[in-house]
Nanobody, 114 residues
């Protein structure tokens, strides 16, 4: 069955960095565009970055220039490098396919606070 397992979150100060990982299994990872999403309490889940099967990337304006999405098809893993973090980046971060949706993983909490 499909599994998406996110990791790498934590507590950092403003201006700090985190690198998130998402290990995927149960589907042909290399065929799928992938996305990183985030959610805060009381708000809808938001797509922040995406990467196509050919590694074309796209970002929401609020993270452009600070976040970098990448993928390693040999490891069935998608990454999100987050730099120059701001308190408003605090959220639970999830990965999923970009078109359609597989069951969501548990997510990984990223907290930006001094």
């Amino acid at each position: 069955q499909v599994q998406l397992v996110e990791s790498g979150g934590g507590l950092v100060q403003p201006g700090g960095s985190l690198r998130l990982s998402c290990a995927a299994s149960g589907f042909i990872f290399s065929n799928y565009a992938m996305g990183w999403y985030r959610q805060t309490p009381g708000k809808a889940r938001e797509l922040v970055a995406s990467i196509s099967s050919g590694s074309y990337t796209n970002y929401v304006n609020s993270v452009k220039g600070r976040f970098t999405i990448s993928r390693d098809n040999a490891k069935n893993t998608v990454y999100l490098q987050m730099n120059s973090l701001k308190p408003e980046d605090t959220a639970v971060y999830y990965c999923n396919v970009l078109v359609g949706v597989y069951p969501w993983g548990q997510g990984t909490q990223g907290t930006v606070s001094s």
